[in-house]
């Protein structure tokens, strides 16, 4: 069943042939034959099995490639990811820095009670000023008055708008 048929006719018993050969040269010539038919099976079933190599060889190729294609990918995006953070590290340090620096010299201006403080250090002197001959407008402040507080901004506003025009002059009440 699993053998050739050129195997299965040669384990047949040999008979004399009608051309008059005889039974040995005729059972030479189909030992040759199921030689030959081996040889054909043994060349074709290594040909298949190279195949099958070269076929296993280009499937690792292309797994390797493709691994190779995401290894690169995930390390751009990992690239790409840590740059982002370094980034924004180094824009949250430089804005931090701004606003500390903008704290300490203009924002200390805004301070309400360090702006009444500013505000009656540069204003003349109450008797200069009512002399001066000029409209003069007089604000009395306490550190712990809220109202003074929240009024010293648009004060300031005021001043810096008309202060050409006019003397503006501001009196902390609680000094002596």
């Not at 001066?132 to 810096?160: H, I, Q």
Request: glycine share 8%; aromatic share 4%.
């Amino acid at each position: 069943r699993g053998v050739p048929s050129n195997l299965r006719r040669a384990r047949q018993p040999l008979r004399a042939v009608e051309d008059g050969s005889t039974v040995e040269a005729k059972a030479e010539a189909t030992r040759e034959a199921a030689r030959s038919s081996s040889l054909e099976a043994s060349a074709m079933a290594r040909k298949e099995e190279g195949q099958a190599e070269v076929d296993a060889e280009a499937g690792a190729e292309r797994r390797r490639a493709r691994m190779l294609a995401a290894s690169k990918a995930a390390a751009a995006a990992y690239e790409s990811e840590r740059r982002r953070k370094v980034l924004v590290a180094l824009g949250s340090a430089t804005m931090g820095a701004t606003a500390f620096g903008w704290q300490r010299t203009v924002g200390a201006a805004t301070d309400p009670l360090a702006l009444l403080h500013t505000m009656e250090a540069e204003s003349p002197p109450i008797g200069l000023a009512l002399l001066s001959g000029k409209p003069t407008v007089v604000d009395f402040y306490a550190d712990w008055c809220e109202n003074c507080r929240a009024m010293a901004p648009r004060l300031a506003a005021l001043e810096k708008e008309y202060g050409g025009g006019g003397d503006f002059v501001n009196l902390n009440a609680q000094a002596p």
